[in-house]
């Protein structure tokens, strides 16, 4: 099994905000993404997703324009290199239960790798894999 680096399947543009952003400036940069990268002098330093939101804003009756990303963001940010093989990143995302890493190598930011890309780039090569199966089993015969 070939598997792809992060570098080939990632999304190269990332969502960030600065530190001293509200939770409301936040979700208007997340859109259908859900996350934006927390920046402190241009360095990641925290993301907060949807799932802050809801829990540490919204179920808590606090007011998204009063509470800064900071207060929510969820630190330090998970990184891996973006030569990394797919089952790294998923075991990287497995070991710390997020489902989103941040590609970097030393200050740079590359991209950003998601669960749901890995998904969908393993269904191809499970997809492939079957037809190819199927595809030699009667010569097997």
Known sequence: MTVSQVKHVMRETVNTINADATVLDATKI???SSYAIILEKGKPI??????????????????????????????PVITIDPDEDLV?????????????????????????????IISRHFQSYVD????DMIRWTPSLI
């Open 128 to 131: 492939r894999a079957i037809r």
């Open 88 to 116: 790294t990143a998923s075991n990287v995302m497995r070991e710390h239960d997020i489902s989103k890493l941040l590609v970097m190598r030393e200050d740079i930011v590359y991209g950003i790798i998601t669960d749901m």
């Open 46 to 75: 925290g993301i907060v997703t949807e799932r802050d939101v809801i829990g540490k804003v919204l179920a808590q009756d606090r007011e998204p324009k009063s509470v800064t990303v900071t207060e929510i963001m969820s630190t």
């Open 30 to 32: 997340m859109g259908t």
